[in-house]
């Protein structure tokens, strides 16, 4: 961004922009965050000769708190941003670069921090999730399985859903912003420079790369979840079958003690002194020789 061209910057906390002295367009913001509260609409509109816009995210894993919401008006010389919360810090980096020794960073490089930073902190979330859901399925992979897992699922379902919405809303802002520039150029009102039409035009595909992204991630959960499901079906199978093996191997016992169990006296090994070690003998004989067919056969 080039640094050549004259502009104000303002980025200022939602109480200091009540208790300060005012400007004409400090005090066109003011009322129009009155008017259009973010927490209950976000969006950009024309207002004059300027473009209003307001936006806001919110908590990880809970889609009613805000965590961070902030509007801005941006004239053809002059962008202010009040921050009405910021819980994550971030905008500090943009606070940051209105200190003195920061005085030589112009105007359009204020702007594209503003931005870059909504933009860096989104793709950091992203990028952890995406490493994090790798392992979840790594350790599927290998066998760690656990019941609760199904609950870590449902939950960074639900922390994805969060930043697609909030993504999606803020996608449909940049979308606004360089619509409603190329609107004021036609009608010869020129709101936005060229670099900052150039840079917006970029940042919306960033942007738009940036929910994609997080529609991906949701999209590979429904894959996790599936093999999750697969998995804990395989474990039963395996125990089921060790059960079975284990009822088909006393079978024959049960029927050996059937056998010998009654007391007939025409029996044959009823008064026989070693009847009872052939009994012993004979189930011993039995149950390794079922171990070994279920061996030979792979069945455990």
């Not at 400007?23 to 009322?31: N, Y």
């Not at 920061?102 to 870059?116: H, K, L, N, P």
Request: net charge negative; with cysteine; charged share 25%.
């Amino acid at each position: 961004m080039g640094t050549d061209r004259a502009g104000i910057v303002e980025i200022l906390r939602w109480e200091h922009l009540k208790e300060k002295e005012r400007s004409d367009a400090e005090e066109q913001l003011l009322q129009s965050v009155r008017k259009l509260e973010p927490a209950y609409w976000n969006g950009v509109r024309i207002m004059e000769d300027s473009i209003y816009g307001a936006f806001c995210f919110h908590e990880e894993g809970n889609g009613e708190r805000q965590i961070v919401s902030a509007a801005f008006l941006w004239s053809g010389q002059e962008f202010i941003l009040t921050v009405l919360r910021d819980e994550k810090g971030m905008f500090r980096q943009a606070e940051g670069s209105q200190e003195p020794s920061s005085q030589e960073i112009g105007a359009e490089e204020r702007i594209e921090a503003v931005f870059e930073g909504i933009l860096k902190r989104g793709q950091q979330k992203v990028r952890e999730m995406e490493e994090y859901l790798i392992s979840m399925e790594q350790e599927i992979v290998v066998g760690k399985v656990s019941r609760n897992r199904n609950r870590t699922i449902f939950e960074c379902k639900r922390l994805l859903s969060v930043w697609k919405n909030d993504y999606a809303q803020f996608l449909n802002i940049v979308e606004g912003i360089n619509g409603l520039g190329q609107k004021t150029e036609e009608s010869q009102r020129q709101i936005l420079t060229e670099e900052s039409a150039c840079y917006f035009r970029v940042y919306e595909n960033k942007i738009r790369h940036l929910t994609e992204d997080t529609q991906f991630l949701y999209e590979e959960l429904v894959h996790i979840r599936e093999a999750l499901d697969a998995a804990l079906s395989f474990e039963q199978n395996r125990i089921m079958k060790m059960f079975t093996t284990v009822s088909a191997i006393f079978m024959p016992l049960t029927l050996i003690a059937g056998w010998y169990g009654m007391n007939f006296a025409g029996m044959p090994e009823l008064l026989w002194r070693h009847g009872y070690a052939f009994v012993w003998i004979l189930s011993i004989l039995v149950v390794l020789l079922c171990v070994w067919y279920f061996k030979k056969k792979d069945l455990f």
